[in-house]
């Protein structure tokens, strides 16, 4: 069996994980946000010291990193434990845009998350091609999206900081410049999918992000 998927794309720190997680809730169905294995991979790549795909992939192998439950929510696991905390570092996040150009380590993860909605009855899946490419044939595909500095002043309040214009404009370039570079590279690049639905969050709440998804969800999955 392969899951019935929703596809939640769009670029950095536009909401779209924990949209998708509160989605996922709603519908009673599981969520994986494939981002994280991008950044597993990275975490790998910078300890190894080396770009090499096919080293990483063997070291990704060796030291098991692998999607596994826990609850609701699908994540990687490394050396047999959840890798959230080593994954969400700043190395890792400033890395992980070069790392996710690579083509064999698009076809490694991309296989992860085929594999993982064979197990699964309904699957909210978020990233930047899941409705492009990996699951071309997804029941709903959104493209989730708010301005650069909307996200940057979420991204900043997330973390916890005073900041002021200067430091939202600051990270408003750091995230544009991460979207241009995934945006912009050969294998499958940062894109909206002609049939995803436009969410702009700019101006909603949290909550009115993710009834708009949820309605839509419902009608496409009939449930
Ligand atoms: O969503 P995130 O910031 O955790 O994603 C980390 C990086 O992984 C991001 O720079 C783009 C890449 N990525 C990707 O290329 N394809 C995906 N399906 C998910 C993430």
Redesign the pocket.
Known sequence: MIARVIAI?GP??SG??STAAAVARELGASHL???????GL?LIALELGQDDPVGIVAEADRRGLVLEHDGAEIVPFLDGRPAESQ??SEAV?AA??R???LSVL?EW?NAR?RDAATLERILV??????GT??FPDAKLKVFLTASPEARARRRLAQRGEMFDSDTVRAEANVLAA?DA??AS?AV?P?RRAADAILVDTTDLSFREQVDRIVTAARKALLV
């Open positions: 794309d950095a720190a779209k994980s946000d494939s981002g994280a294995l991008y950044r990275t994954i969400r996040t992980v845009s790392i996710a150009a698009r993860v998350l899946l978020d990233g930047r091609d899941i490419a990996v991460r570079s995934d590279r499958a940062l």
